[in-house]
């Protein structure tokens, strides 16, 4: 175990510690830190601060030149120790900014595809949960090309939580859509967030979604992290013209 994970290894519960480095053409980030285990995490920033790029790093979808990555006591990703739990084995739910359902299944067998991931046979009742809260039950046998966007996302939120994971990812699952879809999506998220006990890390530029849905805020400019923290110590940060 490298000394990292070993000042961690006696850390508290439902806490998340991260440390990347990546460089990529001009490009670098450089973050190091953690994030609360419980609730909703806001990174918030502008367009190109990095968001999306810290989210690929904990998803494995990049390989930063130094990497530490844990959840609890499950160390994900560690560098120095040559450790790298591989996409497909990270128990992760991840929302992008497109609704990225398969057209030619219907929105349940798109569920369906997802909760093979989990094996677990009390998913049906978690995944019944998940379809309650979203609304989708009448959408269930409709392929995505007769949903509305705002209606396609919340099928992609479901699929992403019916995988049963220990962090769900969301890289600003809003912003494909227009006021009245977002308007109508905000209030089935709310719901998510009062009623399911995974923690989230949420990509926006929007202050108004921070306002809505964080507990907590991590924003970002040019590849670093500047503040970190409760959504009550941090939110003048929302209102800094420069991050946008």
């Known amino acids: 175990m490298s000394e990292r994970a070993e000042a961690t290894a006696s850390t508290?519960?439902?806490?998340?510690?991260?440390?990347?480095?990546?460089?990529?053409?001009?490009?670098?980030?450089?973050?190091?830190?953690?994030f609360s285990g419980r609730g909703v995490t806001a990174i918030f920033g502008h367009s190109g601060?990095?968001?999306?790029?810290?989210?690929?790093c904990i998803a494995g979808l990049e390989k930063p030149q130094i990497a530490?990555?844990?959840?609890?006591?499950?160390?994900?990703?560690?560098?120095?120790?040559?450790?790298r739990l591989p996409t497909h084995q990270r128990p992760i739910g991840y929302v992008f900014q497109e609704a990225s359902l398969f057209p030619h299944l219907s929105a349940l067998k798109n569920l369906q595809y997802g909760q093979k991931r989990?094996?677990?046979?009390?998913?049906?009742?978690?995944?019944?949960?998940v379809i309650d809260l979203l609304g989708i039950e009448n959408l269930l046998h409709r392929k995505p090309d007769r949903l509305?966007?705002?209606?396609?996302?919340?099928?992609?939120?479901?699929?992403a939580l019916a995988?049963?994971?220990?962090?769900?990812l969301m890289d600003e699952p809003l912003s494909a859509l227009d006021m009245k879809r977002k308007r109508e999506i905000l209030p089935?998220?709310?719901r998510l967030h009062q009623e399911l006990a995974i923690p989230v890390l949420y990509v926006t530029h929007s202050p108004?979604?921070?306002?809505?849905?964080?507990?907590?805020?991590?924003?970002?400019?040019?590849?670093?992290?500047?503040?970190?923290?409760k959504l009550t110590e941090t939110e003048q940060y929302l209102d800094d013209s420069h991050l946008f």
């Open 148 to 159: 509305s966007g705002g209606e396609r996302q919340r099928v992609s939120i479901a699929r």
């Open 12 to 34: 508290e519960k439902d806490s998340i510690k991260f440390h990347f480095q990546l460089q990529r053409d001009e490009f670098s980030l450089d973050v190091d830190g953690s």
């Open 68 to 83: 530490f990555f844990q959840v609890d006591q499950s160390v994900w990703e560690d560098s120095s120790q040559s450790t």
């Open 49 to 56: 601060c990095g968001k999306s790029t810290l989210l690929r």
């Open 188 to 190: 089935f998220l709310e």
């Open 163 to 168: 995988v049963c994971p220990q962090l769900l």
């Open 208 to 229: 108004a979604e921070v306002r809505r849905l964080a507990d907590n805020l991590v924003v970002m400019d040019s590849g670093k992290i500047i503040a970190s923290g």
């Open 118 to 129: 989990c094996g677990q046979s009390q998913n049906n009742d978690q995944l019944e949960q």
